[in-house]
């Protein structure tokens, strides 16, 4: 089973000169079982039992930084902290993991994505809308695609 | 007449198209373009001028000036190492055609100057020296304004070596805003 | 990483003191990282390296130069092309302000008027290809490109990167073109070897152009200065955000919402 990649672009100076996660900042997925609103912050990802689900941030403008700081499932409140410690450095977290295979399909699980920036004790914007949807093992097969890849 | 920066368009954000480098970027699931032999709905373009339309699709309309330095880069969404070592199958952008209105010819008046591969270092002195691989052009100087549609010709790896694929994706455009700098 | 390196050369100074020693002011983008003395020219810029658990990089670190002189034309004022045809503007502007006028004496004051603020009609103002013709300073006032006061409109120009650092391989420069007319099309840049953890020096060759009024023109000499910057190289490792430790575990999924359950 191939690993889902999310990948996260961000325009960094336009959402620290006011504009909305909604404008500037997409999301996007590989999975083969067929995601919803790519290229937008709704993004659902359509991800199997099992399955490794990597994120992945890329500012637009390549030289700005930007960092996961954290990424929060479920209904947490705004200023809950984010999943990661806060000992490593925010540019040496990876965000990957297992989907649960013990939990039943279909439901959507939101999460928050906690993006911070090359500023020490700047601004942690929160991206809120995306969600990973878990779908059954062969859901992907139906999909079409997922027999005949070549990789 | 003197027209300030922003008056011709509707920019939130002044001035930020004058102080940024604006890169046009292509994100590509090679594994998906590759299974479905098409790339619809596995490749989606996006930039960072504030005015541009169709961000995240494949029409992205990019607002840009006259004289304005383009820089296209490409993404693949699968770029881990595998644990075999091997590395995934990646894609590049091998040309950038400008096209007539209809998308139907190659248009045949120069839109980008220096419109060519870039990234590459003056001389190898070191196998470290980076290299970056990245297509670039500035908007001829004299360019009237105007929807200028092109199309982004991209070569994938598949896995196997010495074999590739070609696919174009044919929906983006530059819309060269009015110039606002210089002798009228 | 992209470590962005900007160089600020006050240089009329720098010419006046043959030295740049306390005329340049260095700038980047990784003070948060841990870069110290911004604005200074002793600044240490900290590259952060990110390794794996098993001591392969898992990020690059790059760093990039870029030299302005405080006193030349704002960087993001296109220069050139667009600057190119500004002198063809005033001739223009003057051949109608001459066919509007019908007095002797006042097409002698209108030209003596334009040589004043333009230099002599139809001209190209510069001998030097790469300058911008027509130069003005921030405030719109026009610059003679034959003034000896030019000099600190010109950008000095990094024309080598050696020194310590490269010779022990902590940072591979190369000089890389683009089709950008604000760095006259040509920028470096270098890799940076994360394991050679600590602080290094390294040398960066500028070159300035020292004017001299011999006679009636200006002679352009170009002048190599070099000048020691400091990085300092970090390395951590990479751990997983969800399990703070070096592997993946299962994702932490809250139970999924009853207002999404109902949706269902």
């Given amino acids: 089973m191939t690993p889902v990649n999310i990948q996260v672009f961000v325009d960094v100076i336009a959402l620290l000169s006011g504009a909305s996660p909604a404008q500037a900042v997409h999301l996007f997925d590989d999975s083969s079982a ?6 937008t912050t709704g993004l659902v990802s359509s991800v199997l039992p099992g399955q490794l689900v990597r994120w992945t941030v890329t500012p637009l403008d390549v030289q700005t930084q930007v960092w996961i700081r954290g990424i929060a499932f479920g209904a947490a409140p705004p200023d809950a902290p984010p999943s990661a410690a806060d000992d490593p450095p925010v540019w040496s977290r990876r965000f990957e993991g297992y989907v649960p295979a013990d939990i039943f399909p279909g439901a959507p699980h939101p999460y928050r994505l906690d993006l ?26 139906v999909a079409g695609d997922g027999a005949s890849r070549l990789l | 007449m003197t027209l300030r920066p922003d008056d011709t368009i509707n920019n939130p954000f002044p001035g930020q198209l004058a102080s940024t480098q604006l890169n046009i970027v292509t994100l590509v699931d090679v594994a998906g373009t590759l299974a479905a032999g098409a790339l619809d709905g596995h490749a989606w373009m996006m930039d960072n001028s504030p005015d541009s339309r169709g961000k995240a699709s494949a029409g992205l309309e990019t607002a840009c000036r006259a004289g304005q330095v383009l820089n296209w880069l490409i993404y693949c969404a699968d770029t881990t190492r595998r644990p075999d070592g091997r590395w995934p199958p990646f894609a590049r952008i091998v040309n950038i055609v400008f096209l007539s209105e209809d998308r139907s010819s190659v248009f045949g008046v120069k839109i980008c100057a220096d419109l060519k591969i870039y990234g590459g270092p003056d001389a190898i002195r070191h196998p470290y020296t980076p290299s970056y691989q990245y297509w670039a052009g500035a908007v001829m100087p004299n360019l009237a304004p ?14 196997i070596p010495g074999e590739t694929r070609h696919h174009a994706l044919d929906g983006p455009a530059l819309r060269v805003l009015v110039s606002t700098y210089g002798a009228a | 990483m992209q470590n962005s390196i900007v160089l ?13 020693a306390d005329n340049v002011y260095l700038v980047d983008n990784t003070r948060a990282l841990g870069s110290r003395d911004e604005g200074r020219a002793t600044m240490v810029s900290c590259v952060a390296g ?17 030299a302005y002189g405080i006193s030349a034309l704002p960087p993001t004022l296109p220069r050139s092309f667009n600057l190119r045809s500004h002198h063809v503007a005033h001739d223009h502007a003057l ?42 300073s921030a405030t719109g006032e026009f ?71 011999s006679g009636g023109a200006v002679t352009w000499a170009p002048e190599i200065h070099p000048f020691k910057v400091q990085i300092e190289v970090s390395a951590s490792t990479m751990v997983n955000g969800f399990t703070g430790g070096p592997l993946p575990g299962v994702l932490p999924l809250a139970p999924p919402l009853p207002a999404a359950e109902g949706a269902l």
């Avoid at chain 1, 911070?116 to 097969?141: K, Q, T």
């Avoid at chain 3, 990110?50 to 870029?66: C, F, Q, R, T, Y």
């Avoid at chain 3, 600590?198 to 020292?210: K, P, S, V």
Wanted: charged content about 20%.
């Fill in chain 1, 34 to 39: 067929g995601s919803e609103a790519l290229g």
């Fill in chain 3, 8 to 20: 600020l050369v006050d240089v009329e100074a720098a010419l006046a003191d043959s030295d740049l």
């Fill in chain 3, 50 to 66: 990110v390794h794996n658990p098993d001591g392969s990089p898992a990020a690059e670190a790059v760093l990039n130069w870029i």
């Fill in chain 3, 143 to 213: 610059v003679s490109p034959d003034a000896v006061d030019y000099a600190a409109h010109l950008n000095p120009e990094i024309v080598a990167i050696r020194g310590e650092a490269v010779e022990k391989g902590v940072i591979f420069p190369a000089l890389y073109g683009s089709p950008d007319f604000y760095t006259e099309g040509w920028y470096w840049s270098a890799s940076v070897d994360t394991n050679k953890v600590g602080l290094h020096d390294y040398i960066l060759d500028l070159r300035l152009l020292r004017p001299t009024r």
């Fill in chain 3, 95 to 136: 051949l109608e302000k001459l066919a509007a006028t019908t007095h002797p004496r006042d097409v002698a004051a209108l030209l003596a008027a334009h040589h004043e603020e333009h230099g002599a009609f139809g001209a190209q103002r510069s001998a030097m290809p790469y300058l911008p013709v027509d130069p003005r």
């Fill in chain 1, 116 to 141: 911070c920036f090359g500023a020490a004790n700047g601004p942690i914007v929160a991206v809120e809308g995306p969600a990973l949807r878990l779908v059954p093992p062969c859901a992907d097969m």
């Fill in chain 2, 146 to 159: 105007g929807l200028y549609p092109y199309r982004l010709v991209l070569e994938l790896e598949t896995g």
